[in-house]
């Protein structure tokens, strides 16, 4: 997804997310459940992160984890 956003804006780097905010999850992915891709000119990661909160804050959280995890990402390509 990350790559798909970058080429369809034109951006340098894109970050995109998929998740399980609640209320339902399996074993596999909980409740909480986010991964998140990145994406720039040198390549792309994705992380997978699980908050254990209600739906609410965790729709905060996968927010501010994918923002934070873009900042790291380019700063990484700026070394």
Same mark, same amino acid.
């Given at each position: 997804?990350?790559?798909g956003?970058?080429?369809?804006?034109?951006?340098?780097?894109?970050?995109?997310?998929?998740?399980?905010?609640?209320?339902?999850?399996?074993?596999?992915?909980? !409740?909480?459940?986010?991964?998140?891709? !990145?994406?720039?000119?040198?390549?792309?990661?994705? !992380? =997978?992160?699980?908050?254990?909160?209600?739906?609410? =804050?965790?729709?905060? =959280?996968?927010?501010?984890?994918?923002?934070?995890?873009? =900042?790291?990402?380019?700063?990484?390509?700026?070394?």
């Amino acid at each position: 997804m990350a790559e798909g956003v970058k080429k369809v804006t034109g951006s340098t780097y894109s970050v995109a997310t998929t998740g399980l905010a609640g209320p339902a999850g399996d074993e596999r992915n909980p !409740v909480g459940t986010v991964w998140i891709g !990145v994406s720039g000119p040198n390549g792309t990661e994705t !992380v =997978r992160k699980i908050y254990k909160n209600d739906r609410k =804050r965790n729709i905060e =959280r996968f927010a501010s984890a994918a923002l934070d995890t873009l =900042r790291l990402f380019v700063l990484k390509d700026l070394k």
